[in-house]
């Protein structure tokens, strides 16, 4: 089977991967739903999830400014390294989930 491309997968397959991965870990839902508003600014209740990974990040409502500053490794990939744009807001998103899926507090992870 081939792969999708990252910014041709949907939302609407992703998020529950990453709904599973901080629940797995005693998170909740409305603490990833936290960490997706913080960082872009939508609202997952009202949020379109047959929209693209592409579309999600390119038409957020307001990406945080303060993303620059996530830093660290997913996968062994230096975040703030990233040079492609999209791959750099989907490690963002995926860093911070990481964070939360370890227990970091809110307050921290929200940097």
């Known amino acids: 089977m081939p792969r999708?491309?990252?910014g041709e997968m949907k939302f609407s397959k992703v998020y529950p991967l990453?709904?599973?991965k901080v629940q797995r870990k005693g998170r909740t839902k409305e603490?990833?739903?936290t960490v997706i508003r913080w960082l872009t600014g939508y609202d997952m209740e009202t949020a379109d999830p047959d929209v693209s990974y592409q579309d999600f990040f390119d038409h957020a409502p307001a990406m945080n400014p303060?993303?620059?500053l996530i830093t660290g490794t997913v996968c062994?990939?230096?975040v703030e390294t990233i040079e492609d744009p999209l791959m750099q807001k989907v490690r963002w998103l995926?860093?911070?989930v990481d964070e939360l899926a370890k227990g970091r507090p809110?307050?921290?992870i929200l940097r």
Request: proline share 5%; charged share 40%.
């Open 94 to 96: 995926d860093k911070l």
């Open 18 to 20: 990453l709904l599973n």
């Open 4 to 6: 999708t491309p990252v």
């Open 66 to 68: 303060r993303a620059s």
């Open 76 to 78: 062994g990939i230096r």
């Open 31 to 33: 603490e990833l739903d």
């Open 106 to 108: 809110l307050e921290k």
